[in-house]
């Protein structure tokens, strides 16, 4: 893993990491040979203790089957976390009968296990996705972790590696499809929340648009201005400006010309996208076509720390997620406010 840009990164979160308790992580594709592979050198690192929540003989054989050794990592058996009368009590609890499945059976799925056993704080925080789509991810998240009480809703941001070792966050490009403006400021805050604790450098914070500082008066153009004055409400201390063309946002030399009185003035490090078409055709654009390396989607806003894997993850991203979740779980505070996750949207 020497050699690429995002590595350093990664080893500055070894550090940090190194300096704390050890967090247990529970992983809820415990048959994912990806998984399997990760959850074996998290635990050979020590850094993180991996949690495999699952069958325990499908667990052990697929390992077997693929020549991974985990034979040092703590397994947490379904048949176990279905026949405790507590966790079948506080999902009956968490899910205030919207679903008509029994308690037993939705227990036997290690999604719902898995996120009632962070609900619990039986662990630190919770890892899954690479075999089950992100919309299913986000919905246990939110009907059983819950929201954290001083956010309005759950949304996701991209933590991008440049080709330079420059870390920038994008938000958001994978929850939240038509966000207004009260919604924007939020994704703005919690992003900028989320650069800060991944890279300990100062957000300075851009909220895009086609237009900049009245350019275009179109409904789209001051709705996003109308998000960053309330962004700036909801956290003073920070540097946030808008609305803003992604020119002005990284170009001093533009923005002097169409901003100049912007205190972003072409330094931004985190971009919030207007809608989720935008976010998500961004982050892509700038993944594929800039070869930047992304971590993500990085749920924000959840009482506890729950992300998601993208199925055509790599042992690399499944170790890297676990990271970010540790770090993440370090910083948390469980304070749960319980909401339906039926209009959650999600995208990989």
């Known amino acids: 893993m020497t050699g690429r840009p995002e590595d350093a990164l990664v080893r500055r979160w070894d550090e940090r990491l190194r300096e704390g308790p050890t967090r247990r992580i529970a992983f809820t594709d415990g048959t994912d040979q990806r998984v399997l592979s990760a959850a074996a050198r998290l635990a050979h690192e020590g850094l993180v203790e991996p949690v495999l929540v699952g069958d325990g003989d499908r667990i052990e054989s697929t390992a077997h089957s693929v020549g991974v050794g985990v ?6 058996e379904v048949a176990d976390v279905a026949g405790d009368a507590g966790m079948e009590r506080a999902l009956t609890i968490a899910l205030h009968g919207r679903r008509h499945d029994p308690i037993p059976e939705l227990l036997r799925d290690p999604l719902h296990a898995g996120a009632l056993l962070l609900s619990q704080g039986r662990v630190d ?9 992100s ?4 919905r246990s998240g939110i009907r059983i972790v819950g929201l954290a009480r001083d956010v309005a809703m759950v949304s996701s941001s991209f933590l991008l590696v440049m080709s ?3 870390s920038v966050a994008f938000g958001d490009c994978a929850v939240v499809p038509e966000p207004n403006a009260e919604e924007l400021a939020d994704i703005a805050v919690s992003t900028a929340a989320t650069f800060r604790l991944l890279t300990e450098e100062e957000p300075v914070v851009a909220l895009l648009s086609h237009s900049t500082k009245g350019s275009a008066d179109t409904a789209g153009a001051r709705w996003v201005r109308l998000a960053a004055e309330q962004a700036r409400r909801l956290a003073p201390d920070l540097v946030i400006d808008g609305e803003l063309q992604f020119d002005a946002a990284v170009s001093a030399r533009v923005s002097a010309i169409k901003a100049p009185e912007s205190s972003v003035a072409g330094t931004a490090n985190v971009f919030v996208f207007p809608n989720l078409d935008a976010g998500n055709i961004a982050y892509k654009l700038t993944q594929y076509f800039a070869r930047a390396a992304a971590f993500g989607p990085l749920f924000q806003g959840m009482a506890a720390p729950l992300n998601d894997l993208s199925r055509g993850c790599s042992a690399d991203d499944v170790v890297a997620v676990a ?9 948390t505070r469980f304070r749960a406010r319980q909401q339906s996750g039926e209009a959650a949207h999600v995208v990989d």
């Open 135 to 138: 919309g299913e991810v986000i």
């Open 71 to 76: 034979d040092h990592v703590e397994v947490v």
């Open 323 to 331: 990271k970010i979740t540790a770090l993440q779980a370090a910083g």
């Open 164 to 166: 330079d070792g420059r």
């Open 125 to 133: 925080g919770c890892v899954s996705g690479a075999s089950i789509t």
